[in-house]
């Protein structure tokens, strides 16, 4: 079992960063790959950006490759996405979620656990 919660959501201008955490419980968590997805009001859950149980791999949308980053801490048991040059279309609540397939993957219903989400608005 795995329980997952997310912080370091806001409120932002255009062009602002933000960055998210995401804090794991559970002893299995170096076995997880980990992924962020967001949903926007009225629109589905979408894949943001995942990382391998290792960190050596990740898979991002295209939509924000080259702003985004997600990275790993095994040892704190953490996962972070690092949001740069926000954009208005970035608002949506962002969720953490895991994954036992270890590699980094973009498919939703591979992913076993998910947090409660944090809340991203960003201002024009």
């Known amino acids: 079992q795995v329980q997952l919660v997310e912080s370091g959501g806001g409120l932002v201008q255009a062009g602002g960063s933000l960055i998210l955490s995401c804090v794991a419980s559970g002893r299995t968590f170096s076995s997880y790959a980990m992924g962020w997805f967001r949903q926007a009001p009225g629109k589905e859950r979408e894949f943001v950006a995942g990382?391998?149980?290792?960190?050596?791999?990740?898979r991002y949308a295209d939509s924000v490759k080259g702003r985004f980053i997600i990275s790993r801490d095994n040892a704190k048991k953490m996962v972070y996405l690092q949001m740069n040059t926000l954009k208005p279309e970035d608002t949506a609540v962002y969720y953490c979620?895991?994954?036992?397939?270890?590699?980094?993957?973009?498919?939703?219903?591979?992913?076993?656990?998910w947090g409660q989400g944090t809340q991203v608005t960003v201002s024009s």
């Open positions: 990382i391998s149980w290792s960190g050596g791999s990740t």
């Open positions: 979620a895991a994954s036992r397939t270890t590699i980094a993957t973009m498919g939703r219903n591979l992913y076993d656990y």
